[in-house]
Nanobody, 127 residues
């Protein structure tokens, strides 16, 4: 099993940038597909981005494509979500999630397909 810990959230003005980090432990990180989801108050959890175990394949939600970049460093057991041109509507708790690559042949935007979750990190974008 893998344990995930997010960090890097905070308060930023619209147009600014943040980099979120997902640190993994407990298992071989390169065996897992990694994704980010977010949940704003009163809203459903929504998909943000996913990255394949090797880092070659990525998949983004339309609302963040071109502004967010997901990458990973398997040697450091870490995934990074670089968020640029932030908007107030990006305000949410951001969660890192993982699924073993044997269970996910195609990157998925469905939360229920990810078995492992971090505790979340708050991102607040002021207008």
């Amino acid at each position: 099993q893998v344990q995930l810990v997010e960090s890097g959230g905070g308060l930023v003005q619209a147009g600014g940038s943040l980099r979120l980090t997902c640190a993994a432990s407990g298992s071989t990180f390169s065996s897992y597909v990694t994704a980010w989801f977010r949940q704003a108050p009163g809203k459903e959890r929504e998909f943000v981005a996913a990255i394949g175990w090797s880092g070659i394949s990525t998949y983004y939600a339309g609302s963040v494509k071109g502004r967010f970049t997901l990458s990973r460093d398997n040697a450091k057991n870490t995934a990074y979500l670089q968020m640029n041109s932030l908007k107030p509507e990006d305000t949410a708790v951001y969660y890192c999630a993982a699924a073993h690559r044997a269970t996910m042949s195609v990157l998925s935007a469905t939360a229920s397909q990810y078995n492992y979750w971090g505790q979340g990190t708050q991102v607040t974008v002021s207008s």
